[in-house]
């Protein structure tokens, strides 16, 4: 080692410690009020719309604050050594999170236990650095500064007398009585913490000593920091002078290798650390039991599946170290995954403002005493996962899916938690006297009644030690009561283990450390098992590192599709919402580049358990069951930490005495002494035994690096690439702490504004490209794809991205939805105008024409009146609830983009809610913005039909004759009955000369079907119906009904009742986008003209030949075969595939009327339905011949069969007519796997000789068979009927 610098390069990684650091009051500059914490509480005041005189701005002396409440700047005294290369040292970073509130006062009256806790400092590249804080109260020597304490006082009191003056009311009587109680309450205040005479008072400061560490090694940074901070306060100085032992932490104390534990030296006593081989989990030193104590398992398993659907997550408590614990706990049992967001454990004061953000995060806040939930004004709360760790509670977003097998994996949980003696339900210690916090504990032992009293015991001892007692106090408890109060609450097996109890590591600590690691064993074999087959998916199409990282926005590089339908029923919501997240795109990313570049190395140890797997129950690949499956790790991992803790294998050198000055480093009980800088600022100039390991590591790292960049692309733009490839979706980790200017946070939200924008527009191409490719599914093109789950996803997400867009540079929040406040207070706008003037009314879709002139009325576009559609839904009881159906409405009826930029139209209401860095008053931005979401108009959307599925709906139903050839109205009593994929309406009575008529029932989903009929009664009873017209008044969806049929006896087939097939009608608004982008129609059901063609009406239509009539039964059976093959969600309607234009119905209407004899017979209609009868009637009495033959057996049983159907069609009580009749005919024989046994009995019964000309397809042998094997494929699938089809026939 080179020895002017301190440590040559290659030592330098490998270092325990990267800094040590000392903060507190600067006695030259004296008291300074922190300026940023002052600054917030102004912007705060000026917020709510109070004077800005109650926060000072300038003086920033708050009066409302008693001093010793205030905060005052702290500095950073000291850090050692000044600068390393690899981790350069951030001041104000340091600064502002080692005291997060600044400086604090106290006096010998107040509490002044030393705290601990840690922080964590993201870097660009999402590499982390560690801080481990333990913060004490010094003694105030300076007489300037307890002087300037003492006229603060002063100032402070006379305010308060003046304050309680002037509030109160003119009457003397009133005027004494407040005074009063002013003076008591005050003089209450003041005893209690108010008061500090200079003459009487000792007034202390806060200070504290802290480690900067590159691994998270807390229990061993703890342990040293609090010895160093014994060897300040005890009687005795220390056995050598502290600068030795933190020269020893920094330069002499190495980092234990993977997989090795070490043992380095404090003030007192030796500490030890371990580090997990590199097949084990990684480093995770954060105490989980505490986590579990502090949530429960309930409450942490709901927030932990929030943190993997990438939501807002804001945790908050009064105690920093508990943020940090619950934020680190939670974030390490994702593996593999890791948090890719914004991620700030402790916020500072100062940085409030970025709970603005409109990106998903992770933070913790710091609760004031006193202060409650309702009183923190958060920017957004649509999509917030809310955990208030002191009281216990979380507050959970609206809609989130379940963790997969939540239950079950409760419930192996709770048995590792059992084992260790902690309810399952968490500990409510979270009082801060110490008295409230023992009750807690008796009570926890009288409700115990899972082990007796064991885990109570356990419980009194985690209590005590987690209270806020003086942590010196703490210790020295744990030495006389922990090891043996752990002994009687250690579970049997392990007590066994430990009768020597001589362990070189403390018993409480141990169990810590297993029980760490086998609860995360848990959690990441759930993952495992989830995850086994994730390779299988995973799309490589790049052929190397370059290409890949230059087309990487472009390309898929995960099968999502095949792998949710590969996925077990019960997974799905969750999967389709997970694989969406930036965690599970890197994890992906990172299994891409591991091609080309060294593991992840999360990801090899993930890889390695997957394999494992594969080795222990070689399961095919192909069968996904939910069937839970539990860790069978957990005794192994648990034993490896405990053998690197038993046997040590590392010892680094003992702390020893420095070079220094004499007389220096006088010891002062109770005084952090001045260290000498001079022998701390550089490293030993020995070589040291570790110093060669880490040149070698050094000299390894050296030569990648050459040649990485020898692979050809410069590094730097490799790097940016690098970046940007893995930055796609994300913006910060953490905001930069030290430079708070206002040019940064414009920056910070123009990042904000840039982010959401991508995201709006990958989102949206992401929807279209799902949309699309289901679409040309259904025309043939590529394989079926599993959509509606993904659909909703998608759209959920979309949600979620308006509410961030709406929430981001809101002036004053109002209600948990941005939006939904936003779309109310334009609502108010504008009905205050509608009643001072007739506002005009945006034009809707053009009236729909017929050729007789009746049409469906106008349905008017309006945002307000969809606005009052969703809050008539009295299903639908929040906010977040409210914005999310208008949106899914509008994006049904394609008017997503037009209502927002009519809602942003009103520029006035815009500048009033929203500052004015918000993305909504970004112009630009928010054009491309609508501009993206237009693009959502060119597919169609059931996404609010199909969600809200019990609600109220108005329908509009319009009945359309042909006039030429019939009366318009007829004088029977017409009514009409709509079924949809959700139900039916039940038989309703038209009026008496009305052709429209609007009804009102629960929705019906999509419209499939219509009966219409009549009575026959009148004279004009005979109708000729072209088509009817049904339109969803709520979502605007229009559906047309062809019939072009007579209903009434003596006319065509005598039918005077119909069962008409529906189609959606496009608006005018879609066929000129479709004009621009086609995609492909729905299926179609019957036209008139092929209905027309099958009838009387033949003549006038070609007709098809033999092979297309083939073709068409290809098709018709293909099309039903291909729905069962598509998951359940996505099936769309079977009767459309049944009855519709190219359904099997038609298909095999065309076999029997193909060679059918002259289809007029002395003027009378001769209809398919005859030939059947004649077939029934023949069967029916050549029954009785008597044949022995097995054979023949079937076939009469067949016959019974065909002729029991016939007959219960025609006696059903309906007026169906002979088409009709054909029809339920055929769908009961499909229903029942029939038809491939009736078709030989009709294609050889003796009527049809009669009947069909020689050349007919039933009478050519081959084609019958053909058609039969054709049939008997649909033999495998359970074919539902809808009820209207075959309503009345009992069979």
């Known amino acids: 080692m080179s020895g002017s610098g301190g440590p040559g390069p290659g030592a330098a990684p490998c270092r325990f410690a990267h800094y040590f650091v000392l903060c507190g009051i600067d006695a030259e500059s004296g008291l300074e009020p922190d300026e940023l914490a002052v600054l917030y509480k102004w912007l705060e005041a000026e917020l709510h719309g109070k004077s800005s005189d109650t926060a000072d701005k300038t003086s920033g002396e708050n009066f409302d604050q008693s001093p ?37 006062f106290r006096t010998q009256a107040d509490n002044r236990d030393p705290q601990l806790h840690s922080f964590i400092i993201t870097r660009e590249d999402g590499s982390r650095t560690y801080g481990f804080v333990l913060t004490f109260y010094e003694e105030v020597t300076s007489k300037q500064i307890c002087t300037a304490m003492q006229t603060l006082y002063q100032m402070h009191n006379a305010e308060q007398y003046s304050s309680v003056c002037a509030s109160s009311s003119c009457s003397m009587d009133s005027l004494a009585s407040s005074i009063d109680e002013g003076d008591a309450t005050s003089l209450a205040k003041l005893q209690r913490y108010n008061s500090y005479d200079i003459s009487r008072d000792t007034l202390y400061v806060s200070k504290c000593i802290c480690l900067i560490t590159p691994l998270p090694f807390m229990q061993a940074c703890k342990k040293f920091l609090i010895q160093l901070y014994k060897a300040v306060t005890s009687q005795q100085p220390p056995p050598l002078p502290l600068e030795s032992y933190i020269h020893n932490i920094l330069y002499e104390v190495p980092l234990p290798p993977p997989g090795r534990s070490l043992k380095f030296y404090g003030v007192y006593e030796p500490i030890i650390c371990q580090r997990p081989g590199p097949n084990e989990l990684p480093l995770s030193d954060y105490p989980l039991r505490e986590v579990f104590e502090l949530l429960g398992l309930e409450n942490l398993v709901q927030v932990f599946t929030c943190v993997l659907l990438e939501m807002q997550i804001l945790l908050y408590s009064q105690d920093y170290q508990r943020l940090m614990t619950v934020a680190e706990g939670i974030t390490t049992l994702l593996f593999p995954f890791q948090w890719q967001h914004v991620y700030v454990p402790i916020l500072p004061a100062s940085l409030l403002h970025f709970l603005d953000a409109p990106v998903p995060y992770l933070m913790g806040l710091q609760s004031k005493e006193g202060t409650d939930r309702s009183k923190l004004e958060l920017p957004q709360e649509a999509n917030l996962c809310f955990v208030d760790i002191d009281n216990h509670f979380i507050e959970l977003p609206e809609e989130f899916p379940q963790f997969p097998n939540k239950l079950e994996f409760i419930q192996e949980i709770s048995e590792v938690l059992l084992q260790f003696g902690i309810p399952p339900e968490g500990n409510l210690h979270c009082s801060d006297s110490a008295t409230k916090l023992k009750n807690l504990v008796l009570s926890d032992l009288v409700n115990d009644k899972k ?55 403390e018993e409480l600590e141990l169990r810590d450390y297993k029980l760490n690691v086998q609860l995360r064993e848990v959690f990441a074999n759930r993952f495992t098992q989830m995850f086994a087959d994730y390779e299988a998916f995973v799309i490589q199409a790049a052929p190397d590192m370059e290409s890949w990282l230059t087309n990487r926005e472009q390309m898929q590089n995960f099968d999502k599709a095949s792998f949710l339908s590969d996925q077990p029923e019960p997974y799905l919501p969750f999967l389709s919402h997970f694989i969406e997240t930036q965690m599970f795109a890197t994890f992906i990313d990172n299994k891409i580049i591991s091609q080309w570049e060294e593991k992840d190395p999360f990801l090899r140890v993930f890889d390695s358990r997957i394999e494992k797997i594969r080795l222990y129950n070689v399961r095919a690949p192909a069968l996904r069951t939910s069937n839970y499956q539990k860790c069978s790790t957990l005794k192994e991992a648990a034993q490896s930490i405990e053998q690197r803790l038993m046997k040590i294998d590392h010892t680094a050198i003992h702390p020893h005495l420095l070079d220094m000055k004499i007389g220096q480093g006088k010891y002062e009980q109770g005084f952090f002494p001045k260290l000498q800088s001079d022998v701390l600022a550089t490293g030993p100039t020995n070589n040291n035994r570790w110093a060669s390991r880490s040149t070698t590591t050094q000299r390894r790292k050296d030569r990648l690096r050459q040649h990485s960049e020898h692979i050809g692309l410069d590094n730097d733009l490799r790097e940016k690439y690098m970046q940007e490839a893995r930055s796609l979706g994300k913006n910060l980790r953490q905001p930069k702490l030290s430079d708070l200017s206002p040019a940064v946070i414009a920056q910070t939200n123009w990042k904000f504004v840039e982010g959401l924008l991508k995201e709006c527009r990958m989102k949206t191409k ?25 659909e909703n996803t998608l759209i959920a997400s979309l949600c979620d991205l308006l509410e961030r867009i709406w929430s981001h540079g809101l002036q004053v929040k109002q209600g948990k939805s941005a939006l939904w406040s936003h779309l109310l207070q334009y609502q108010e706008r504008e009905e205050k105008q509608e009643h001072s003037a007739e506002s005009p009314v945006a034009i809707g879709t053009e009236r729909r024409k017929s050729d007789t002139g009746i049409t ?117 009593n017409p009514w009409i009955c709509v079924s949809g994929e959700l139900g039916d309406t039940g038989v309703m009575q038209i009026p008496k000369n009305h052709l429209e008529m609007t009804f009102e029932c629960q929705n019906l989903g999509k419209l499939t079907t219509v009966q219409i009929g009549h009575d026959n009664s009148g004279l004009l009873a005979k109708w000729l119906v072209d088509c009817v017209m049904v339109r969803n008044e709520i979502t605007g969806h229009t559906y047309k009904f062809p019939c072009g049929r007579w209903l009434g006896k003596g006319v065509d087939d005598g039918s005077l009742e119909r069962i008409l097939i529906g189609e959606l009608v496009s608006s005018t608004s879609d066929e000129e986008l479709a004009k621009q982008c086609r995609t492909p129609p729905q299926q179609k059901s019957p036209t008139t003209a092929r209905r027309l063609s099958i009838t009387s009406l033949t003549g006038k239509n070609t007709k098809p030949n033999a092979g297309q009539i083939q073709e068409g039964i290809g098709e018709a059976v293909n099309n039903i075969v291909k729905h069962f093959h598509k998951p359940e969600k996505e099936r769309g309607s079977l009767t459309i595939l049944l009855c519709g234009e190219n359904g099997l119905v038609a298909a095999l209407e065309q076999v029997f009327h193909h060679g059918f ?71 009961l024989g499909t229903r029942d796997h029939l038809l491939p046994q009736w078709i030989p009995l009709l294609a050889e019964c003796p009527p049809i000789t009669r009947m069909y000309e020689e050349n007919a397809l039933l009478r050519d042998r081959m084609t019958v068979n053909s058609l039969i094997r054709v049939l008997q494929t649909l033999q495998d699938f359970n074919i539902i009927l809808e009820g209207s089809l075959i309503k009345g026939v009992d069979v």
Not at 772 to 779: D, I, K, R, S
């Open 68 to 104: 010793l409440r205030r905060t005052f700047k702290s500095k950073v005294l000291a850090h050692y050594p000044q600068n390393i290369e690899w981790n350069p040292f951030d001041q104000d970073a340091v600064n502002m999170l080692c005291m997060p509130k600044g400086l604090s």
């Open 451 to 505: 082990n007796g009293n064991i885990p109570g015991n356990a419980l009194n001892m985690y209590e005590l030690l987690k209270g806020n007692e003086t942590i010196a106090r703490l210790q020295a408890l744990a030495k006389r009561t922990g090891v043996t109060m752990e002994k009687m609450t250690i579970t049997a097996p392990l007590a066994e283990k430990e009768k020597d109890g001589k362990l070189p590591c």
């Open 766 to 790: 992401r929807m279209l490209v799902e949309k699309m490719g289901h679409e040309a599914v259904e025309l043939g093109h590529g394989e079926a794809n599993i959509t509606g789950l993904e």
């Open 856 to 972: 469906l009325p106008t349905l008017r576009v309006s945002l307000i009146q969809d606005m009052r559609h969703v809050q008539n839904m009295s299903e639908i009881k929040t906010d977040v609830g409210r914005a999310r159906a208008w949106i899914r409405l509008s994006l049904e009826k394609k008017l997503l983009s037009q209502h927002l930029k009519q809602l942003l139209s009103n520029q006035a209401l815009a500048k009033k809610l929203y500052k004015r860095y918000a993305f909504l008053r970004c112009e630009e931005e928010r054009e491309q913005f609508l501009y993206h979401l237009l693009s959502l108009n060119a597919v169609d959307y059931f996404c609010f039909t199909s969600v809200f599925t019990t609600i109220m709906i108005p329908y509009r139903s319009v009945i359309i004759p042909i006039k030429k050839l019939s009366n318009a109205i007829t004088t029977s």
């Open 1157 to 1227: 004899k002259s289809a007029r017979i002395f003027h009378k209609n001769v209809f398919i339905w005859d030939f059947i009868e004649k077939a029934v009637a023949y069967f029916e009495t050549s029954d009785q011949i008597g044949d022995n033959e097995e054979a023949l057996l079937l076939q009469r049983s067949s016959c019974k069969t065909f002729c029991h159907y016939v007959n219960a069609i025609n006696t059903a009580p309906r007026n169906i007519g002979k088409d009709g009749k054909f029809q339920i005919l055929v769908c």
